[in-house]
């Protein structure tokens, strides 16, 4: 059930603002703004969220959330500290123990978090996708009720729940995001969603709570998904070069650091590039953003999505065999910038 708020005046939505930019690996922020989607984004300068509780614009909404791992709990302290009440439901009876103590309602059951406005799942792979949202339970689902899928789901699995969701007249939306947990924390995570215009607009004020912008990607729920495969392959891509390059650092006795601090700071300036340049200048693997195992598993999802349309992706197909060798070695428990671990052992620098 929605209710209003009272409204504060923000900007309106805009093309293009950028998320800040550090102007160091560890320093503080500038603001780029350009791009050629259409986006719904808030302002910049963000209040801190802690002061702010119930003063987000738009309407509170009734909120069902399924998985409340490293990121989705993350987005549901947000959706909380911004007014909304969420019903959460995870198999995790300690994942649910946290988001109660966080705010959350917890329920026993999936069927039970399909309630209220909307449903967000955050769940970690197509096996579990599939185990959750199944007919029975779409189902039993209230009508108007519009589901919200904020994981990385494959195509095939993307266009399954497509369609199981129109034979049941629920909504559905595909909304995958950009950013890691600390990311998500601070509410600068990139949303792409893509489904009914109008369920997107019923659901614009959980995504305001979520991150920093959204990119709207059209009707079909599957081009959110190919948007967030292709990201994910071009953020492994970025994390192998920096590997190299800091390999090659090191076969010269050269500081990782040294070198990519320069690289980064002169021709890639961006987020992405010092976010991983730190982690891999100074091998800060532990506690993992984001799993090497789910890294391998996007690496396997860009090549079934190029197979099923006779790509050939041979960087992903490198990449997979990186993350192949990488788990062997132990490195399954770290974050997936952890596979540039794989160019210093190869060369023999891994002890070095």
């Known amino acids: 059930m929605r209710r209003r708020v009272a409204r504060a005046s923000t900007s309106p939505c805009r093309r293009g603002a ?24 808030r302002h910049a300068n963000l209040p801190d969220i802690q002061n702010t509780k119930k003063r987000r614009d738009g309407d509170v909404m009734e909120v069902g959330f399924v998985g409340a791992g490293r990121m989705g709990l993350a987005m549901l302290r947000n959706l909380l500290q911004t007014g909304h009440r969420v019903h959460v439901w995870d198999v995790s009876d300690v994942a649910v123990a ?18 209220g406005d909307a449903v967000v799942s955050m769940l ?14 779409l189902a039993a689902a209230p009508k108007g009720l519009v589901h919200v899928n904020m994981a990385t789901a494959s195509l095939a699995c993307a266009q399954e729940l497509t369609a199981l969701h129109g034979r049941h007249g629920i909504a559905y939306v595909a909304a995958p995001v950009f950013g890691r947990p600390e990311m998500a924390a601070r509410r600068e995570l990139n949303i792409m969603a893509a489904g009914p215009a109008a369920a997107i607009d019923r659901v614009q004020p959980l995504f305001d709570a979520i991150g920093r912008k959204t990119w709207r990607l059209g009707e079909d729920p599957t081009r959110a998904n190919v948007t967030k495969i292709a ?26 650091a040294d070198l990519l601090d320069v690289v980064v700071g002169s021709l890639f300036d961006v987020p992405i590039f010092r976010i991983y340049a730190d982690l891999v200048a100074h091998q800060r693997f532990e506690p993992a953003g984001f799993d090497l195992a789910l890294g391998l598993k996007d690496a396997r999802l860009a090549l079934a999505a190029g197979e099923a349309a006779n790509l050939p992706l041979p960087f992903a197909s490198v990449l997979r065999d990186n993350y192949l060798d990488a788990l062997a070695h132990g490195a399954g428990h770290q974050d997936w910038s952890a596979v540039t671990g794989v160019a210093l052992r190869r060369a023999g620098l891994d002890a070095a």
């Open 18 to 41: 950028d998320p800040p930019i550090p102007s160091r690996l560890s320093g503080g922020t500038s603001f780029r703004r350009n791009g050629p989607l259409a986006t719904s984004s």
């Open 98 to 115: 946290t988001a109660v103590a966080a705010g959350a309602t917890g329920v026993s059951s999936a069927r039970d978090a399909l309630r």
């Open 124 to 137: 970690p792979n197509d096996a579990a996708m599939r185990g959750v949202f199944t007919d029975d339970l």
């Open 231 to 256: 990201g994910n392959l071009l953020v492994a891509c970025v994390i192998e070069s920096l590997g190299e390059a800091a390999a090659l650092a090191r076969a010269y006795d050269m500081p990782p």
